[in-house]
């Protein structure tokens, strides 16, 4: 008996994971198709090695030199090549890291004055260590999985930043190190999810050290640390934690800059970093608010060329700005703009997102904060590369799944985004690469995700608004060609010129001179498509940063994150929001309880009726409890003839169930021990759509309302000090209690190593629950799986037998023509009830409908679960004992 999954693995493909696949090793915890990916991509990347590579890998391959031949008080003064140094110390150690095994593969890699070295072994070399280090980012995506509340969700947000054609182009193909560092950012990311906030801040502080570019999103980190870590909710600064993350940042600043801090090279170290001559644009406009504005200043100089208007023009901007040279940016009618001038612009946005985050510090809050932090940064800074889109994509692409405006948002960002890097990509072959990877990544995308967020639009403006930005989207088809087409037209019409004229290229006017003859000529157009993917994707983008901050400033923050959650229902800087939601919770409460006793009336006059039937029927004495109420019953008989057995609508908890699916968090006590935390993986698994969460200090209410904030349906909670397991129903009821005997982990079972876990959803075997009591328990452990399909190999039995109710879980193989081969997979277990409680956990004042008590469990041959027990049903549908009339 082979059978196959992982033992805590994401959420797969339920419509092959029949639990009899091969798996890889299996205690890497790595599903099938997560090795698929990796393979698939690994092999990609390979077959790209030939591929075009820019002046970044001659850059890197310098920097290899540097670090490899001197010694460290010359990294950053170095001057032989024009490639200087001039990334964090970090990075240059990474980077001497990578040069031991360069100098034992190829000696000339590392020689300083071997300069645009690029044979072979060094092309294969640098273009492997891109793929080694990038599975970091690998490991960061798969632990964000792991923890998920929504893991199918996840794992197409994960395998999409994995697969990001970001990374393909600037890493694989044009060269550099992004995956490994944005891998850095996710672990530093997944540890703020998971609460553990100092690991959070040390490997952003260890980030900021390897590429000094994320000090685009360090504010958002400072204030979320300093609010969330280092103040408590009161307001009182927590001194501990504070000097806890201020030593540790201390600490890797003065491993980063310590040595040259002690050479006296700091000057020379920043003057490295932050170059600020450069001009206000690169050399491609990244597709920001200053693209949109030269464009306009272009667009201004050219109306004035033809019409002659008299407006001021400087001289010195009538120079094209469009060219492809890196160089001071001079407006030629709009006034130009400084550095302190997208300084300030900087700081006026993000003061805003800031305020908003230090008045709500949940995780989703600080990732959307994150995320419009570097928004900022990116469409008002100061020469801005397009490659540093990324720093907005890659956290955007953790908030892709929340909802459809987080959705819309993400794919105008991304679609513009990727769009504007294609120009780092020119020749053909690249040229074919990047648009297909491309146009499969978002297909993948929006398959994947449009469905699980569609909401349909509110209004006609959100009808309008859709339509419009499909529009956008669909206008990326025209500029595609149009890019592709202008240039070959262009060399037709000049070459057309030419010929007439007898003119040689080099020669023609510019018609950007004002007062210059304009030709029809287009070599003064060779970087109009330049301009116009810049101009067109900064529409997009802008678009989608206005789109953000709306649904930022706008939304109340609830992230569906396993600890955010709770967070948000304990937050002081939310009472007014918290105290609305528990009056509203309170109210339900009592309408329901209002509805649930006027169904136990309508019970109980329909079984007086019945009763008093019986009675007249048989010919029999009325009854003394009947003899007051005979006469008003018996006149009421005559229209009770077609009349069934009133239903439960209000009592029923689990109406929908089968038409919504369960969604259940599994948690432990506190201070669980290692063999409790492994029974709690392995029920995880046991419950599809559950997700594990740790425990930590917070309370049984918190927890409730934690699970209120993000509609889940059941609650379980696992114990080990006296062997309990309760699953609480929310948002009403009922909680059941349960005792656990003779639990064998998966590990502990035979055919542990042969076999693997499942995720389809299961088929349910009941034994043994024919009475009310085994009815309604049967019905709180069947409503906690979805229903499965009909192919599903996967079953799990509950057969009672002297009220224990034993627990199996098995998946088959049917084997032509009529046998099935059966393997266990486990956990499996005894249980056994012991109390029913009409409310959730966290009601302790709720009423007990059952309850285990002294003598039911000594009594001999009285068995709750299969019919000789006492239980009549929920004591609200129960007639009330009635008075013994006086005789």
Same mark, same amino acid.
């Given at each position: 008996?082979?059978?196959?999954?992982?033992?805590?693995?994401?959420?797969?493909?339920?419509?092959?994971?029949?639990?009899?696949?091969?798996?890889?090793?299996?205690?890497?915890?790595?599903?099938?198709?997560?090795?698929?990916?990796?393979?698939?991509?690994?092999?990609?990347?390979?077959?790209?090695?030939?591929?075009?590579?820019?002046?970044?890998?001659?850059?890197?391959?310098?920097?290899?030199?540097?670090?490899?031949?001197?010694?460290?008080?010359?990294?950053?003064?170095?001057?032989?090549?024009?490639?200087?140094?001039?990334?964090?110390?970090?990075?240059?150690?990474?980077?001497?890291?990578?040069?031991?095994?360069?100098?034992?593969?190829?000696?000339?890699?590392?020689?300083?004055?071997?300069?645009?070295?690029?044979?072979?072994?060094?092309?294969?070399?640098?273009?492997?260590?891109?793929?080694?280090?990038?599975?970091?980012?690998?490991?960061?995506?798969?632990?964000?999985?792991?923890?998920?509340?929504?893991?199918?969700?996840?794992?197409?947000?994960?395998?999409?930043?994995?697969?990001?054609?970001?990374?393909?182009?600037?890493?694989?193909?044009?060269?550099?190190?992004?995956?490994?560092?944005?891998?850095?950012?996710?672990?530093?990311?997944?540890?703020?999810?998971?609460?553990?906030?100092?690991?959070?801040?040390?490997?952003?502080?260890?980030?900021?050290?390897?590429?000094?570019?994320?000090?685009?999103?360090?504010?958002?980190?400072?204030?979320?640390?300093?609010?969330?870590?280092?103040?408590?909710?009161?307001?009182?600064?927590?001194?501990?934690?504070?000097?806890?993350?201020?030593?540790?940042?201390?600490?890797?600043?003065?491993?980063?800059?310590?040595?040259?801090?002690?050479?006296?090279?700091?000057?020379?170290?920043?003057?490295?970093?932050?170059?600020?001559?450069?001009?206000?644009?690169?050399?491609?406009?990244?597709?920001?608010?200053?693209?949109?504005?030269?464009?306009?200043?272009?667009?201004?100089?050219?109306?004035?060329?033809?019409?002659?208007?008299?407006?001021?023009?400087?001289?010195?901007?009538?120079?094209?700005?469009?060219?492809?040279?890196?160089?001071?940016?001079?407006?030629?009618?709009?006034?130009?703009?400084?550095?302190?001038?997208?300084?300030?612009?900087?700081?006026?946005?993000?003061?805003?997102?800031?305020?908003?985050?230090?008045?709500?510090?949940?995780?989703?809050?600080?990732?959307?904060?994150?995320?419009?932090?570097?928004?900022?940064?990116?469409?008002?800074?100061?020469?801005?590369?397009?490659?540093?889109?990324?720093?907005?994509?890659?956290?955007?692409?953790?908030?892709?799944?929340?909802?459809?405006?987080?959705?819309?948002?993400?794919?105008?960002?991304?679609?513009?985004?990727?769009?504007?890097?294609? !120009? &780092?990509?020119? +020749?053909?072959?690249?040229?074919?690469?990047?648009? @297909?990877?491309? #146009?499969?990544? $978002?297909? /993948? *995308? %929006?398959?994947?995700?449009?469905?699980?967020?569609?909401?349909?639009?509110?209004?006609?403006?959100?009808?309008?608004?859709?339509?419009?930005?499909?529009?956008?989207?669909?206008?990326?088809?025209?500029?595609?060609?149009?890019?592709?087409?202008?240039?070959?037209?262009?060399?037709?019409?000049?070459?057309?010129?030419?010929?007439?004229?007898?003119?040689?290229?080099?020669?023609?006017?510019?018609?950007?001179?004002?007062?210059?003859?304009?030709?029809?000529?287009?070599?003064?157009?060779?970087?109009? !498509? &330049?301009?116009? +993917?810049?101009?067109?994707?900064?529409?997009?983008? @802008?678009?989608? #940063?206005?789109? $953000?901050? /709306? *649904? %930022?400033?706008?939304?109340?923050?609830?992230?569906?994150?396993?600890?955010?959650?709770?967070?948000?229902?304990?937050?002081?800087?939310?009472?007014?929001?918290?105290?609305?939601?528990?009056?509203?919770?309170?109210?339900?409460?009592?309408?329901?309880?209002?509805?649930?006793?006027?169904?136990?009336?309508?019970?109980?006059?329909?079984?007086?009726?019945?009763?008093?039937?019986?009675?007249?029927?048989?010919?029999?004495?009325?009854?003394?409890?009947?003899?007051?109420?005979?006469?008003?019953?018996?006149?009421?008989?005559?229209?009770?003839?077609?009349?069934?057995?009133?239903?439960?609508?209000?009592?029923?908890?689990?109406?929908?169930?089968?038409?919504?699916?369960?969604?259940?968090?599994?948690?432990?006590?506190?201070?669980?021990?290692?063999?409790?935390?492994?029974?709690?993986?392995?029920?995880?698994?046991?419950?599809?759509?559950?997700?594990?969460?740790?425990?930590?200090?917070?309370?049984?209410?918190?927890?409730?309302?934690?699970?209120?904030?993000?509609?889940?349906?059941?609650?379980?909670?696992?114990?080990?000090?006296?062997?309990?397991?309760?699953?609480?129903?929310?948002?009403?009821?009922?909680?059941?209690?349960?005792?656990?005997?003779?639990?064998?982990?998966?590990?502990?079972?035979?055919?542990?190593?042969?076999?693997?876990?499942?995720?389809?959803?299961?088929?349910?075997?009941?034994?043994?629950?024919?009475?009310?009591?085994?009815?309604?328990?049967?019905?709180?452990?069947?409503?906690?799986?979805?229903?499965?399909?009909?192919?599903?190999?996967?079953?799990?039995?509950?057969?009672?037998?002297?009220?224990?109710?034993?627990?199996?879980?098995?998946?088959?193989?049917?084997?032509?023509?009529?046998?099935?081969?059966?393997?266990?997979?486990?956990?499996?277990?005894?249980?056994?009830?012991?109390?029913?409680?009409?409310?959730?956990?966290?009601?302790?004042?709720?009423?007990?409908?059952?309850?285990?008590?002294?003598?039911?469990?000594?009594?001999?041959?009285?068995?709750?679960?299969?019919?000789?027990?006492?239980?009549?049903?929920?004591?609200?549908?129960?007639?009330?004992?009635?008075?013994?009339?006086?005789?």
């Amino acid at each position: 008996m082979v059978v196959t999954a992982n033992n805590d693995s994401p959420a797969q493909d339920k419509s092959k994971s029949t639990g009899y696949e091969k798996l890889w090793p299996q205690n890497w915890g790595i599903s099938t198709t997560e090795w698929d990916i990796l393979l698939l991509s690994t092999v990609l990347k390979v077959l790209l090695f030939p591929a075009y590579r820019s002046t970044d890998f001659e850059v890197h391959r310098n920097w290899l030199a540097i670090t490899y031949s001197l010694p460290i008080s010359k990294w950053y003064c170095d001057t032989t090549s024009e490639w200087t140094l001039d990334y964090p110390p970090f990075f240059a150690y990474f980077e001497k890291l990578l040069s031991i095994p360069a100098s034992l593969i190829d000696p000339k890699i590392v020689d300083l004055n071997n300069l645009n070295y690029d044979s072979w072994s060094v092309i294969a070399y640098q273009r492997s260590t891109v793929i080694l280090t990038e599975l970091l980012l690998g490991a960061a995506v798969l632990k964000f999985v792991r923890g998920a509340v929504d893991p199918a969700s996840q794992f197409i947000i994960s395998a999409t930043l994995f697969l990001h054609p970001g990374f393909l182009i600037i890493d694989h193909i044009h060269f550099q190190y992004n995956g490994f560092m944005f891998g850095i950012l996710l672990w530093s990311i997944l540890m703020a999810r998971n609460g553990n906030k100092l690991a959070s801040g040390v490997l952003f502080a260890i980030l900021l050290n390897f590429k000094h570019i994320y000090m685009y999103i360090a504010p958002a980190y400072f204030i979320y640390l300093l609010r969330s870590f280092c103040i408590s909710p009161s307001g009182q600064l927590q001194i501990k934690n504070f000097l806890a993350l201020a030593n540790a940042v201390i600490a890797v600043f003065t491993a980063s800059l310590g040595p040259f801090f002690l050479m006296g090279q700091i000057p020379q170290l920043l003057s490295r970093l932050f170059p600020f001559t450069r001009g206000l644009n690169h050399a491609y406009w990244a597709p920001n608010v200053w693209a949109l504005v030269t464009a306009l200043d272009r667009v201004l100089l050219k109306y004035i060329q033809i019409t002659g208007a008299s407006i001021s023009v400087n001289t010195e901007g009538m120079q094209s700005t469009s060219r492809g040279l890196v160089g001071d940016t001079v407006f030629a009618v709009i006034p130009n703009v400084k550095p302190v001038h997208t300084f300030t612009f900087t700081i006026a946005f993000q003061s805003i997102i800031l305020f908003k985050l230090w008045r709500n510090p949940t995780y989703k809050s600080f990732l959307t904060a994150l995320t419009l932090c570097g928004y900022v940064s990116y469409l008002f800074g100061w020469h801005v590369h397009e490659k540093a889109i990324l720093l907005v994509l890659v956290p955007l692409s953790l908030l892709a799944a929340e909802r459809q405006a987080y959705f819309r948002t993400f794919m105008l960002a991304s679609v513009a985004g990727i769009f504007s890097l294609f !120009p &780092l990509l020119f +020749t053909p072959a690249e040229s074919i690469i990047k648009v @297909v990877y491309s #146009f499969l990544w $978002l297909t /993948f *995308v %929006y398959i994947g995700l449009s469905k699980r967020v569609y909401e349909f639009p509110r209004s006609l403006y959100y009808v309008i608004l859709d339509v419009v930005e499909k529009v956008y989207l669909a206008g990326f088809v025209l500029l595609q060609l149009f890019v592709v087409l202008f240039p070959l037209l262009s060399a037709r019409s000049k070459h057309a010129i030419e010929t007439v004229a007898c003119v040689p290229s080099d020669e023609v006017i510019c018609p950007d001179v004002v007062d210059a003859p304009v030709t029809t000529d287009a070599s003064g157009m060779e970087f109009l !498509p &330049l301009m116009v +993917t810049s101009v067109y994707c900064a529409v997009g983008i @802008v678009w989608g #940063f206005i789109r $953000l901050m /709306f *649904v %930022y400033l706008n939304e109340e923050t609830t992230y569906q994150g396993p600890l955010s959650a709770i967070q948000y229902c304990t937050d002081p800087a939310v009472p007014a929001k918290f105290s609305s939601m528990l009056r509203r919770q309170i109210r339900e409460r009592r309408q329901y309880v209002y509805a649930k006793s006027l169904e136990a009336q309508e019970r109980q006059t329909y079984e007086r009726k019945q009763q008093l039937k019986d009675v007249l029927a048989s010919g029999k004495a009325l009854p003394t409890e009947l003899r007051k109420d005979a006469n008003s019953l018996g006149r009421e008989l005559a229209f009770d003839e077609a009349q069934a057995d009133p239903l439960t609508h209000i009592d029923n908890e689990y109406s929908r169930a089968g038409v919504q699916d369960p969604k259940i968090v599994i948690t432990t006590s506190r201070d669980p021990s290692s063999k409790l935390l492994q029974f709690a993986k392995e029920m995880r698994l046991v419950f599809p759509n559950s997700h594990r969460i740790n425990r930590g200090n917070y309370v049984v209410k918190e927890l409730a309302e934690a699970c209120r904030a993000n509609d889940v349906t059941d609650l379980i909670i696992l114990h080990e000090h006296r062997d309990a397991m309760i699953v609480s129903h929310f948002p009403h009821g009922p909680t059941v209690f349960f005792t656990l005997n003779n639990v064998a982990l998966r590990h502990d079972i035979a055919t542990y190593k042969e076999s693997t876990v499942s995720e389809q959803y299961p088929h349910l075997i009941f034994e043994n629950f024919s009475s009310k009591l085994g009815e309604r328990i049967r019905d709180v452990l069947k409503y906690l799986f979805p229903v499965p399909k009909e192919d599903s190999k996967r079953v799990m039995t509950f057969a009672n037998e002297d009220d224990f109710i034993s627990f199996r879980h098995h998946v088959f193989l049917k084997i032509p023509p009529k046998q099935v081969q059966l393997a266990e997979v486990g956990p499996r277990f005894e249980m056994k009830p012991y109390e029913i409680r009409q409310g959730t956990i966290e009601q302790t004042e709720a009423e007990k409908e059952w309850v285990l008590a002294h003598y039911s469990r000594t009594a001999k041959k009285r068995n709750m679960l299969t019919g000789s027990g006492s239980y009549s049903g929920p004591r609200s549908s129960r007639p009330p004992p009635s008075k013994k009339s006086k005789r």
